[in-house]
């Protein structure tokens, strides 16, 4: 069984696709950036746009029915691999305990020059 979850963004029909597909008991979660709407959240702070991307993260495992503890994989992509450390604490936050398998590259761009980072993450419920 295929469930597709929505966050409601326009650019969701746009482009074609879903905030998170659950199929049986994996869930992968797109590439999720800190906006809300139009606006750019923690413009200038990799740590401020880390936190709200996993809070985002966050409701669509919640609304397939998993939690962040069910996360095996994280993968981070940011504009500036010299933010690691403040990304790295966001990350450890979330998932201290849990400590899923982590890739953080840099890229060159995302789709606004403000975004500094963009995170996508599988999930498995047990």
Not at 14 to 38: C, K, L, M, P, Q
Not at 52 to 72: G, H, P, Q, R
């Amino acid at each position: 069984m295929r469930k597709n979850i929505s966050s409601g963004a326009k650019w969701e029909d746009i482009v074609g696709y879903s905030r998170a597909v659950r199929i049986g008991n994996f869930i992968e979660v797109a590439g999720t950036t800190a906006t809300d709407g139009n606006k750019v959240i923690g413009e200038n702070d990799a740590y401020a746009q880390t936190v709200f991307i996993f809070n985002k993260i966050k409701t669509a495992l919640e609304a397939a029915d998993a939690s962040m503890s069910d996360v095996i994989r994280t993968r981070m992509f940011v504009t500036d691999i010299s933010q690691w450390e403040a990304i790295g604490k966001a990350h450890g936050e979330f998932f201290k305990t849990i400590k899923p398998a982590a890739t953080m590259v840099e890229v060159s761009r995302l789709i606004d020059d403000r975004l500094l980072i963009e995170i996508e993450v599988s999930a498995v419920i047990e």
